[in-house]
Antibody, heavy 118, light 110 residues
């Protein structure tokens, strides 16, 4: 059974850094495409980043240069390093297993809440 | 990377049909068949309803169908049920190798 579990969220001051984790099971992470998606409180979904199975990464304009995706294949875990956080980054962050280049598939984690506030 | 355009809300009576539109540009919807639709009920994780414009994943009722014309994709829900009431989001691949969501549409079943 495919499972994704995010962790690492919390309250952080503007300008601070946070690293989110997405622990995967039921499939081989290094052969998979995976996305981060976020949802601000009461708002819609926003795509954040994509990591190809080969390690290539892509980012939304709103986070490029501040967020970095990485992966530890031995731990079956994907990470989202978030630097220079802004109040507008406040959201629930989901990781999802993509269906190759067909986009986020049916497998999403439950999300982890990041709150950027002083 | 402007968000795709969806109507903020639509409504339909029980048993009727509704169409939710998702308008993009030639740099996203117009360039690929990579358009998906998600349903999100309050407090839950989004659920994939349609992939590749018109394919239904296993378990999704055939009351849900998708289509695309030019830069606009559409989700049609026929035979509306109470449990269809939720937010619906479209997403499309872009020529920048990124993805972009629509703003979401709240469906109310009357």
């Amino acid at each position: 059974e495919v499972q994704l579990v995010e962790s690492g969220g919390g309250l952080i001051q503007p300008g601070g850094s946070l690293r989110l984790s997405c622990a995967a099971s039921g499939f081989i992470v290094r052969y998979s495409y995976m996305s981060w998606i976020r949802q601000a409180p009461g708002k819609g979904l926003e795509w954040v980043s994509l990591m190809h199975s080969g390690g290539t990464t892509y980012y939304a304009d709103s986070v490029r240069g501040r967020f970095t995706v990485s992966r530890d294949d031995s731990e079956s875990t994907m990470y989202l390093q978030m630097n220079n956080l802004r109040p507008e980054d406040t959201a629930v962050y989901y990781c999802a297993r993509d269906r190759g280049l067909l986009g986020p598939g049916p497998n999403w984690g439950q999300g982890t809440l990041v709150t950027v506030s002083s | 990377q402007s968000a795709l355009t969806q109507p903020p809300s639509v409504s339909g009576s029980f048993g009727q049909s509704v169409i939710i539109s998702c308008t993009g540009t030639s740099s996203d919807i117009g360039s690929y068949k990579r358009v998906s639709w998600y349903k999100q009920s309050p407090g839950t994780v989004p659920k994939l309803m349609i992939t590749e414009v018109s394919d239904r994943p296993s378990g999704v009722p055939d009351r849900f169908s998708g289509s695309k014309s030019g830069n606009t994709a559409s989700l049609t829900i026929s035979g509306l049920q109470a449990e269809d009431e939720a937010h619906y989001y479209c997403i499309s691949y872009t020529t920048s190798n990124t993805w972009v969501f629509g703003g979401g549409t709240k469906l109310t079943v009357l």
